[in-house]
């Protein structure tokens, strides 16, 4: 048990996957998993153990924003020996060939400021993705016939920006899409020897302002969550 996830040390898999939503954990362990178990839900913030192809998987909320991302990373491997985390989420596509649906796999992950940002002070990290599970990813993409984006985004800490200068700029340098976590997990793995990855479903379009209503999004999300499986135990 640690301070934010109520689960016993036992409870916890080596490979977790880690959705912003606590009720897009819940439903992508009902629907994924087998033997889905709540094993936290310490402030609301769900987690669940099951199994995969016989592989054993936890897929726990991680909230929205890099400091909340930060707390149940950190968390699950100190406290759990986490070895694999993988984000699922959404994101907001910023290049005109990325369309709502698509997929996302982040080869990095650029931010402005990051919880991190403080160990590196004048010194800007480059956040990278574990290379084993990004081309595991690719290749599970490619089998499920997915239109899949393999590139850069960025992570920012705010949801409601006000720096258009900034969108320019990022969609300028072929940023892919936008979110609000991976930088700070990819930045943490590399810090504890850990690998990361994020996959995201372009939920929203920045340039054209195309959003999936929130009805479909599940359905959606169905792809990102089996490449993310598929690319943990490749």
Not at 6 to 27: C, E, F, H, N
């Given at each position: 048990m640690s301070i934010h996830i109520g689960a016993k040390s036992d409870q916890i898999a080596q490979t977790v996957l880690m959705p912003g939503d606590p009720y897009r954990a819940r439903w992508a362990a009902e629907t994924f998993l087998e033997g889905a178990t709540l094993i936290n839900d310490v402030r609301g913030m769900l987690g669940y153990t099951g199994s995969w192809k016989g592989h054993r998987v936890t897929i726990q909320g991680s909230g929205m924003g890099m400091p909340s991302l930060s707390i149940y990373a950190n968390e699950l491997i100190r406290d759990y020996d986490a070895?694999?985390?993988?984000?699922?989420?959404?994101?907001?596509?910023?290049?005109?060939?990325?369309?709502?649906?698509?997929?996302?796999?982040?080869?990095?992950?650029?931010t402005i400021t990051?919880?991190?940002?403080?160990?590196?002070k004048?010194?800007?990290?480059?956040?990278?993705?574990?290379?084993?599970?990004?081309?595991?990813?690719?290749?599970?993409?490619?089998?499920?016939?997915t239109k899949t984006h393999v590139g850069g985004i960025y992570s920012s800490d705010v949801f409601y920006a006000e720096r258009p200068d900034i969108d320019e700029q990022m969609t300028r340098h072929g940023i892919?899409?936008?979110?609000?976590?991976?930088?700070?997990?990819?930045?943490?793995a590399a810090r504890r020897n850990r690998r990361a990855l994020a996959i995201l479903t372009v939920s929203d379009h920045l340039q054209t302002g195309e959003a999936l209503p929130?009805?479909?999004?599940?359905?959606?999300?169905?792809?990102?969550?089996?490449?993310?499986?598929?690319?943990?135990?490749?």
């Amino acid at each position: 048990m640690s301070i934010h996830i109520g689960a016993k040390s036992d409870q916890i898999a080596q490979t977790v996957l880690m959705p912003g939503d606590p009720y897009r954990a819940r439903w992508a362990a009902e629907t994924f998993l087998e033997g889905a178990t709540l094993i936290n839900d310490v402030r609301g913030m769900l987690g669940y153990t099951g199994s995969w192809k016989g592989h054993r998987v936890t897929i726990q909320g991680s909230g929205m924003g890099m400091p909340s991302l930060s707390i149940y990373a950190n968390e699950l491997i100190r406290d759990y020996d986490a070895q694999t985390l993988i984000r699922i989420g959404s994101c907001g596509g910023m290049q005109p060939h990325v369309a709502i649906r698509d997929v996302i796999i982040a080869m990095t992950a650029s931010t402005i400021t990051s919880p991190s940002s403080s160990f590196f002070k004048e010194f800007n990290f480059a956040a990278c993705a574990d290379y084993d599970l990004l081309s595991a990813a690719v290749a599970a993409a490619k089998a499920k016939g997915t239109k899949t984006h393999v590139g850069g985004i960025y992570s920012s800490d705010v949801f409601y920006a006000e720096r258009p200068d900034i969108d320019e700029q990022m969609t300028r340098h072929g940023i892919l899409g936008v979110e609000m976590e991976a930088a700070e997990l990819y930045t943490l793995a590399a810090r504890r020897n850990r690998r990361a990855l994020a996959i995201l479903t372009v939920s929203d379009h920045l340039q054209t302002g195309e959003a999936l209503p929130s009805e479909d999004r599940e359905r959606t999300f169905g792809d990102m969550v089996e490449i993310a499986l598929e690319a943990a135990f490749t």
